[in-house]
């Protein structure tokens, strides 16, 4: 097979290490599950984000990958999934804002608790380039993040330039 670009893993080091998994996985139970859950999701009745969230979340980051919500499994283990995750000077005017939901290792005592992902959740319908519906700010989410002027050292990387 060729690639039209210089991939970062090659094709041979990804089947070395994920070749044997893959083997294992395929034609069985949990691929089977597995398509089942994305044909269910597929087919559902399309409903608007905050009604689609909490369903989103299931089938997605608990039944597919694996995390886990505060009270699903042992206190002692903590919990890797937070809903509504609040986070510092993401709110309007500089406030304390909420991620949808924050990935990471949470009430744990041998790990910091830092979200290692922030996701953010809008339903199949919404333009994500258009004006939000704020009063007194209607600039998008991407403008406002970059307006905080630390937001690339934030990040790590730089921002791409805003075109608008």
Known sequence: MTL??????????????????????????????????????RDREVLKETSSEEAFQNVFFRETWGYESAGVGKAEEGFSMYPQFSVEGAGQGGKTGKADLALGWFKRTDVPETPQVLCEFKDIFSDLDAPQKRKGNTRSAYYNYADRGDADKTLGIPLPALSG
């Not at 290490?17 to 398509?35: A, H, N, P, R, Y």
Request: hydrophobic share 35%; glycine share 6%; charged share 35%.
């Open 4 to 41: 039209p670009q210089q991939s970062f893993l090659g094709i041979s080091f990804l089947r070395s290490v994920w070749g044997s998994e893959f083997v294992e996985f395929k034609d069985s139970k949990t691929e089977k599950d597995l398509i089942d859950r994305l044909e269910k999701w």
